[in-house]
T-cell receptor, first 112, second 111 residues
Framework: GQQLNQSPQSMFIQEGEDVSMNCTSS?????WLWYKQDPGEGPVLLIA?????ELTSNGRLTAQFGITRKDSFLNISASIPSDVGIYFC????????????FGKGTRLSVIA | DVKVTQSSRYLVKRTGEKVFLECVQD?????MFWYRQDPGLGLRLIYF???????EKGDIPEGYSVSREKKERFSLILESASTNQTSMYLC??????????FGPGTRLTVT
């Protein structure tokens, strides 16, 4: 099955720093989603993007749907210790009942 | 709030046993999914269902089957568990808009 190229694979940052991660693909996506997974838990939806060029914020998180529809990025501003976890991007290739395609995740560690 | 529950958080089974993993959602979602998550491999889709009694194979269906007799419940079945099926299993549901909501996961160990 197809997967998205998510980078970086892992990040170690100082508390208070800003974070940026992204997903790219050779295919065009109709929808981009960003999830966060805490250790031992299921992923939780952070942001959903439905239009090319769309920029959406959720608190300290900002995500954008790339204008080419082949990429998306997630920024976290002023990181705090509870931002630790694995962040996944996901996309839907076509409208209708087609499953999401997931990236392999970015593992974020925050050093206090 | 959407709630997706999975029957067990941790499960230990023996090789060759038949294993049932249950998933229930309370938001009347049409779509339900089963994934497994392994280090370095991300989330891999096993099976999904768009409606009651309907099922579609995902990327890695071998060794698994599913059942969806009621809209709110989607079961994953390991007919004869093997050690390479030791993994974290995640269930998800979604309305037709396709924002999926995940359960807490079941960590299955097959010895």
């Amino acid at each position: 099955g197809q997967q998205l190229n998510q980078s970086p694979q892992s990040m170690f940052i100082q508390e208070g720093e800003d974070v940026s991660m992204n997903c790219t693909s050779s295919s065009i996506f109709n929808t981009w989603l960003w999830y966060k997974q805490d250790p031992g838990e299921g992923p939780v939806l952070l942001i959903a993007l439905y239009k090319a060029g769309e920029l959406t914020s959720n608190g300290r998180l900002t995500a954008q749907f790339g204008i080419t529809r082949k990429d998306s990025f997630l920024n976290i501003s002023a990181s705090i210790p509870s931002d630790v976890g694995i962040y996944f991007c996901a996309g839907q290739l076509r409208s209708g009942n087609t499953p999401l395609v997931f990236g392999k995740g970015t593992r974020l560690s925050v050093i206090a | 709030d959407v709630k997706v529950t999975q029957s067990s958080r941790y499960l230990v089974k023996r090789t060759g046993e038949k294993v049932f993993l249950e998933c229930v959602q309370d938001m009347d979602h049409e779509n339900m999914f089963w994934y497994r998550q392994d280090p370095g491999l991300g989330l891999r889709l096993i099976y999904f269902s768009y409606d009651v009694k309907m099922k579609e194979k995902g990327d890695i269906p071998e060794g698994y089957s599913v059942s969806r007799e009621k809209k709110e419940r989607f079961s994953l079945i390991l007919e004869s568990a093997s050690t390479n099926q030791t993994s974290m299993y995640l269930c998800a549901s979604s309305p037709r808009s396709f924002s999926q909501y995940f359960g807490p996961g079941t960590r299955l160990t097959v010895t």
